[in-house]
């Protein structure tokens, strides 16, 4: 099986930043280059894609609206006419088909060298004293740049969906926000506490003895996604809430400003915790822009509060194809507690597409292409469970590597849903239960040991609304530590009118950004 584009050039990039400094500087050099051309070929080679697909769908729709007008005339020679049209417009899907297969060949050639490269950045490797990994996997745990931080992102995704789907209802939260919270409370953990938090959020292994390059990692995937010339709105901020005149670690400060930009503000937790609450929703309110309010509920900062560590990120991205507003009409949702009656939208073009089995994989793009939400829905009814326990990054990995361009008629229903989770039982069950134990908890490297320190509660909450235009997604985290003190065949029918799990991932990384289920649109 082909392996798919997109994980193939994240593999390169690991091989490359994997590379140590006593490889040829000439030869990385050369390196760098072919990456770069690959690159620009891979972007180039997307948008002829894309380009495709739209001509393909007007053309489509050319056919369609020629054969219905032929139809309703009875004029002999308006119906040769139309057949005549017909064949031409056909004719051009079929000179359009052999395009998208040229354009597939040249993909397949654009992976061999990538291929190459990868390769010759593991002999590389090998020469400066460690052993290649073997050429079909992704060359090694502990090195930095967005891919890894991604993997990590996207394993801890699914254990925490795993942790939390029994709760019941809809679900939808950002392993994103959570995971980068979490790992700027990490910088500050030591000995088995730290070991425990890496685990947890399946850090890279080497983590321990190189924790400045999982920091650089996640600095490099917030600053690909904070891109401001992106055809989208997404912004992510991060923010220490500290009490006031507290003898903090400077390298944890400097550590936590330089790769999260999480600058130290300090407020008053001891004299006003109420007032310090306030300012930090504040905060959170205007990053979201207004999505997450009230993400710190009343009484949650005790005066013992030392440290609020915070994480907020915001989407709001426009459909490639949006949905036509006029084609949303009602229908029935079978929730597990009854039908119910939704606004459904409608449409029917091409996207990426495969057959799971168990349930259908579809991808959604949103305009600019570097962001997608992907669809996983059930052929049953009841069919949910079963997806849910197939959920795992090696899995979804497999699914976006076959996906394939497919004529679909796609019915999804419009929603809003907001979740919020008090986290600090699901996570001690994941594996971090010293972080929130104040006798065992070990965050020395936060204030010096001066007194112990302990994680109280790690508080997320997240919106997000999908409708015909687009999607707008926010969430936000906060850790609070307290110290003692093809058109020639019918489409593809997938009807999202039963409860399915679905995720906006970036593209690019792919990195899961938010992560959720719709078990009924109306609640």
């Known amino acids: 099986m082909r392996r798919p584009f997109a994980v193939l050039l994240a593999a390169v990039l690991l091989a490359l930043a994997a590379v140590p400094a006593a490889a040829s500087p000439a030869e990385m050099a050369r390196l760098k280059e072919m990456m770069a051309r690959l690159q620009a070929e891979r972007q180039q080679v997307e948008a002829q894609r894309a380009d495709c697909q739209a001509r393909a769908d007007q053309l489509t729709h050319q056919a369609v609206a020629i054969k219905e007008a032929a139809a309703r005339s009875s004029d002999p020679a308006e119906a040769a006419r139309a057949r005549e049209a017909v064949a031409e417009t056909q004719a051009a899907l079929q000179a359009t088909a052999k395009q998208t297969a040229e354009l597939d060949a040249r993909a397949a050639k654009l992976e061999k060298e990538l291929v190459i490269v990868a390769q010759r950045a593991a002999k590389m490797k090998a020469t400066a004293g460690a052993a290649p990994p073997p050429a079909s996997v992704a060359p090694a745990p502990s090195i930095s740049g967005p891919p890894r931080a991604a993997d990590s992102v996207n394993a801890f995704a699914f254990d925490l969906y795993g942790h939390v789907r029994g ?275 070990e965050f020395q490297g936060i204030n010096g040991g001066r007194e112990p320190l302990w994680i109280g509660e790690v508080i997320h909450k997240a919106f997000v609304d999908v409708n015909e235009e687009g999607t707008e997604a926010a969430a936000a985290t906060a850790v609070v530590m307290l110290g003692s003190a093809a058109p020639a065949k019918g489409p593809i029918e997938v009807r999202c009118d039963r409860p399915f799990v679905f995720l906006i991932r970036d593209t690019r990384s792919g990195a899961i950004l938010f992560l959720g289920r719709v078990v009924n649109p109306k609640e």
């Open 167 to 441: 709760e019941g209802g809809n679900l939808f939260f950002s392993p994103y926000s959570i995971s980068s919270a979490l790992a700027m409370t990490w910088a500050g953990a030591r000995g088995q506490t730290a070991a425990e938090m890496a685990k947890t959020l399946a850090l890279p292994q080497g983590a321990a003895t190189q924790p400045e390059r999982v920091h650089a990692a996640f600095a490099a995937l917030m600053k690909s996604l904070n891109d401001p010339k992106a055809a989208y709105e997404l912004t992510v901020a991060n923010a220490l809430w500290g009490q006031k005149g507290y003898a903090f670690q400077a390298s944890f400060l400097d550590l936590l400003d330089a790769h999260y930009g999480a600058g130290l503000r300090e407020v008053d937790f001891a004299r006003d915790a109420e007032g310090a609450r306030q300012t930090i929703n504040r905060w959170v309110e205007k990053e979201t822009r207004d999505k997450i309010k009230d993400l710190i509920p009343a009484g949650a900062l005790p005066p013992l509060t030392r440290l609020v560590l915070t994480n907020a990120i915001y989407f709001k991205g426009t459909w490639r194809y949006p949905f036509g507003k006029d084609d949303t009409k009602d229908e029935p949702f079978f929730a597990p507690g009854g039908t119910v009656q939704v606004p459904m939208m409608r449409d029917t073009k091409h996207f990426q597409y495969t057959d799971a089995k168990t349930h259908h994989v579809l991808e959604l793009p949103y305009k600019g292409g570097d962001l997608a939400m992907v669809l996983l829905v059930p052929k049953a009814k009841d069919g949910l469970p079963a997806v849910e326990k197939a959920l795992a990054a090696e899995a979804l990995a497999a699914w976006i590597g076959n996906l394939k361009h497919e004529r679909v008629r796609v019915r999804l229903p419009r929603f809003k849903l907001t979740w919020r989770c008090m986290m600090a039982k699901v996570l001690s069950k994941m594996g971090m239960p010293r972080a929130f134990d104040p006798e065992q908890a």
